[in-house]
């Protein structure tokens, strides 16, 4: 595969408590600059058990495309399952 099927800057969101963690949210902010600069869409990538509340900050932020991946499975943080996520998406 080409880099030129590469495209978009990808920002993960992950919640705690149903509750977006602050630290993909910061990243959106630079992931907007950096999109801006290659002309591409900034994504975000929300994955917990209750995505709500990040879905509706990402979009406050910026994300210009929102990919939400929601289950009981995503309660905890999981590297292997939130690595699986990643790999489907």
């Known amino acids: 595969m080409s880099f030129e099927a590469w495209k978009d800057v990808w920002v993960f969101v992950e919640c705690f408590k149903d509750q977006p963690k602050s630290v993909g949210l910061e990243l959106l ?3 907007r600059k ?19 509340e990040a879905v509706k900050a990402a979009r406050e932020y910026g994300a210009d495309k929102i ?19 990643f790999k489907t998406v």
């Open 67 to 85: 990919y939400v991946v929601e289950g009981a499975e995503y309660e905890d943080y999981s590297a292997d399952a939130y690595g699986n996520v």
């Open 29 to 31: 902010g630079q992931g």
């Open 34 to 52: 950096l999109a801006e600069g290659l002309k591409q869409d900034l994504c975000a990538v929300v994955i917990g058990n209750d995505t709500k």
